[in-house]
């Protein structure tokens, strides 16, 4: 749901290189997995007035005109794929956003899309902000784009009967909210990705149907493939367990949403340092 692809993770890269088959399927994910210019610009607003250093949690591509930046991903692939892209700007570092390699108060702001939901649920979260509390300079924001499941949960089923139904405008929208579904039933905000894939092909019998009845291209449907061999664990939750996780050192500024469908499960949540 958050380089190139959306999103960045702290886990180790899978043999069959999830985010590369992510990065090359990229010109086929759309909103709300890809953050567009609305997201973009609450996060330029948010932050302003900051400094220019800025630490971007992945390697997210629209994120990187916001200043001076500074991408972290765990994922060697990714960071080489930046690399690569031909006009590339700021710098890019290999490694671990629960282990930071920089020096206390080194950056101005930070930023992520999507970049909480593939760390684990709650330790993980904790980990990187407390990261993020030592490398940014007193008083310093925050800005993320995070895809949060409701308090009011769906069921599996209901998600793959509005999807029929014709009720949900995108592929993408739909895989996110089956995504969070399974979350709810299971009690847990972690979900392994090879089990949504798992979920999806128990509750959708017949692809050529499901694209017809929702009117989606057939080969957008066909990305949720690159999750089936995932080693991978994505997070979903609520916004009020988000900031469950927050520790004293965190004021939250404002929860800002974009306008596409299920926006209202994106929130950009900005937090500033307390000190």
């Known amino acids: 749901m958050h380089r190139a692809p959306v999103f960045s993770s702290s886990n180790p890269p899978t043999p069959h290189d999830h985010w590369g088959e992510h990065a090359a399927q990229w010109q086929r994910i759309g909103a709300p997995l890809r953050p567009g210019p609305e997201d973009v610009a609450l996060m330029r607003a948010a932050l302003e007035p900051q400094g220019n250093r800025g630490l971007l949690l992945g390697m997210t591509q629209e994120l990187w005109g916001l200043g001076d930046m500074t991408g972290v991903d765990r994922d060697p692939a990714m960071v080489q794929r930046r690399r690569a892209q031909a006009g590339s700007n700021g710098q890019e570092v290999q490694a671990d ?3 930071l390699p920089f020096t206390s108060a080194r950056f101005d702001f930070a930023v ?4 909480l939901n593939n760390v684990d649920y709650v330790d993980e ?3 990187v902000f407390d990261q993020l509390d030592r ?16 308090e009011v949960a769906e069921t599996p089923r209901a998600v793959v009967d509005a999807a029929l139904a014709g009720e949900i405008g995108s592929f993408h929208a739909f895989k996110w909210r089956l995504a969070m579904a399974l979350c709810s039933a299971q009690n847990n905000a972690n979900i392994a990705v090879a089990d949504i894939h798992h979920h999806f092909e128990q509750l959708i019998h017949h692809r050529d149907e499901l694209a017809q009845r929702a009117v989606w291209p057939r080969s957008v449907i066909e990305t949720i493939d690159v999750y089936a061999q995932s080693t991978l664990v994505y997070s979903f939750p609520t916004l ?3 900031r469950a996780s927050l520790s004293d050192s965190w004021q939250e500024i ?3 949403y974009g306008t596409y469908e299920l926006a209202g499960r ?10």
């Open 240 to 242: 009020a367990e988000v």
């Open 112 to 115: 992520g899309d999507g970049s």
């Open 135 to 150: 490398v940014l300079r007193p008083r310093a924001r925050v800005a993320l784009r995070i895809f949060v499941r409701p």
């Open 125 to 127: 979260y904790r980990m």
């Open 97 to 99: 956003w629960r282990d």
């Open 266 to 275: 994106c929130p950009v949540l900005t937090l500033q340092k307390r000190r």
């Open 254 to 256: 404002s929860v800002a």
